[in-house]
């Protein structure tokens, strides 16, 4: 995704700075960017954040080929579907953006919804015509398996109720392990009698329109440093969603808010003194260390890569700071079940990239594009002088972790859950 409106914000910063480096005043190209790389009124940097940013969302689905073998415990056959191409529009809500009395911090509430673009989709997929209200891919029951995992739990609201399940509930409800759905009930939710039924029993801790993504959101308000004082400060999150630390994690440092939301950086990104640039991710919420890799160029302007480097990815036993996330599985897999309401969801690199072999050995994917390299992994393009973003490339991996349940549950067929635990069944993965 390159961010053309950026760009060409960009571009009339640097030929401001070319125009002032030529009369040989380093001060006045440092008081240039201060005046214009911060959050103010008439600025190019507000100019460009308070318009609505356009960029593709993209999603692919892993269909399963072999439902039958898997049922009776065989290596799941996944055919990589997609991309299913969405005009993402995100950006912050105009009335609600408000400055401290000092200017130095910006408030806002955050909006996004998506669009799902047919021609950008069928010419992605070479003239194979995609729609996902009509097509029909067989994938893991989300919320059947997420129930199952929350009855194991002792402490869960729904450990009270979960002997119902031991007597046809779940065949009364016609509940299987798999199901048969289009790409947009997967995506963005439906509803049905077991959402409803789970809905009630759960207090509302499950929603009745159970999705993997959620569509016309407006995020609590958040606040971000404008850069007035400190421009190295500039757009680091003060508060994220009202909070200024989070309550998700295991550890102090865990929790901590830390970086930008990957847009902008700080100015004078020199590639031997700024190795690491941190960037927060609200779909895992958690705070990411990038790490420099290379110079690139976007538009012709020089650009450093900084990508999510392997260590971000480790287990406990390899970094115990690790442990703060929870990261007791296997390398390659964040551990998000415990912001995901106790539902076993997992993320990862596409294809498990960077991850432990045995979480790629449990699953035989044919992929739609090649599962090496950058290619699929996350990268940002950041221009130096002014830190601000050029082309970013943000990839995640969404995984339903199956393990086996004993018991009688209401003869549903769950041979295909006494696979290894380390076998995780692929649901999507985006990229914007």
Not at 279 to 307: G, P
Not at 350 to 369: K, T, Y
Request: aromatic share 10%; hydrophobic share 40%.
């Amino acid at each position: 995704m390159c961010n053309r409106g950026v760009a060409g914000t960009l571009l009339i910063i640097l030929g401001a700075i070319i125009l002032v480096a030529a009369i040989g005043s380093p001060y006045l190209v440092r008081r240039l960017l201060k005046q214009q790389l911060q959050y103010a009124n008439g600025t190019t940097l507000y100019t460009s954040w308070v318009k609505p940013v356009t960029r593709d969302f993209n999603i692919y689905i892993f269909n399963i080929t072999n439902l039958d073998d898997v049922l009776n415990g065989s290596v799941p056959q996944l055919d990589e579907i997609g991309p299913y191409t969405y005009d993402e529009y995100t950006g912050p809500v105009p009335d609600s953006i408000r400055f401290s009395d000092d200017g130095n911090t910006v408030r806002f509430n955050h909006h996004a919804y998506y669009v799902f673009n047919a021609t950008k989709t069928n010419a992605a997929n070479k003239g194979v015509h995609l729609n996902p209200l009509t097509d029909q891919l067989i994938v893991p029951n989300v919320l059947f398996h997420s129930v199952l995992a929350l009855c194991k739990n002792p402490l869960s609201i729904l450990a009270p109720v979960c002997g119902l399940f031991e007597y046809g509930v779940l065949a009364d409800l016609h509940v299987q392990p798999f199901e048969t759905i289009t790409p947009d009930k997967l995506i963005w939710g439906k509803q049905t009698n077991f959402s409803e039924f789970m809905n009630e029993l759960s207090q509302g801790l499950i929603p009745e329109v159970f999705g993997l993504l959620k569509n016309n959101t407006v995020g609590r308000e958040s606040s971000i440093n404008t850069g007035r004082t400190d421009e190295y400060e500039v757009a680091k999150f003060i508060t994220w969603l009202g909070q200024k630390e989070l309550d998700a994690w295991n550890s102090k440092y865990a929790n901590m808010i830390n970086g930008t939301a990957g847009t902008v950086f700080r100015p004078y990104l020199d590639r031997d003194d700024v190795k690491l640039v941190y960037a927060f991710v609200d779909q895992v919420n958690r705070s990411f260390d990038l790490q420099y890799t290379e110079d690139v160029k976007v538009d012709r302007i020089t650009c450093r890569r900084y990508v999510l480097p392997e260590s971000e990815m480790e287990n406990a036993t390899q970094n115990p700071e690790q442990a703060g996330w929870f990261a007791f599985g296997p390398s390659g897999l964040l551990n998000i079940s415990f912001i995901q309401g106790g539902f076993p969801i997992f993320v990862s690199k596409p294809h498990f990239l960077h991850g432990e072999p045995q979480l790629r050995d449990n699953a035989s994917i044919h992929a739609s594009r090649a599962p090496i390299g950058r290619i699929l992994d996350t990268a940002l393009d950041v221009e130096p002088i002014t830190g601000v973003t050029l082309n970013a490339v943000k990839t995640l991996q969404t995984n339903l972790y199956i393990e086996p349940y004993s018991g009688n549950l209401a003869d549903v067929q769950l041979s295909c859950l006494e696979m290894p635990p380390s076998c995780t069944s692929l649901s999507s993965y985006h990229t914007g």
